[in-house]
């Protein structure tokens, strides 16, 4: 069974940084794209960024130079290192995960959900 388990949210001031961690369990397929979405309240589900075993990335223009994905594929744990983090950044975090041979950044693709770790940046 996989299972996907987040860690890492917590309280920051604005500009400040935040590692976020999902360690995957259970995962068999060699071949996979695993992603970072958001929700805030009001709002629908967002993609972050998202990578694949080609190790090609893919970020969402509000990410693009602040946010970093990564994944140690020795622990079987995703990343996502967040910089210069401001208020419109709070939401919850989740981490997803799909067996595909290309990388995928839409929600509706990705099967395997972790339950979220919140992220909240005070002004």
């Known amino acids: 069974q996989v299972q996907l388990v987040e860690s890492g949210g917590g309280s920051v001031q604005a500009s400040g940084s935040l590692t976020l961690s999902c360690a995957l369990s259970g995962w068999t397929s060699t071949t996979y794209s695993m992603a970072w979405f958001r929700q805030a309240p009001g709002h629908g589900r967002e993609a972050v960024a998202a990578t694949d075993n080609g190790g090609r990335r893919m970020y969402a223009e509000f990410a693009k130079g602040r946010f970093t994905i990564s994944k140690d594929n020795a622990q079987n744990i995703l990343y996502l290192r967040m910089n210069s983090l401001k208020p419109e950044d709070t939401a919850m975090y989740y981490c997803?995960?799909?067996?595909?041979?290309?990388?995928?950044?839409?929600?509706?693709?990705?099967?395997?959900w972790g339950q979220g770790t919140q992220v909240t940046v005070s002004p």
């Open positions: 997803a995960a799909a067996e595909a041979a290309y990388l995928i950044f839409s929600a509706m693709y990705y099967p395997h």
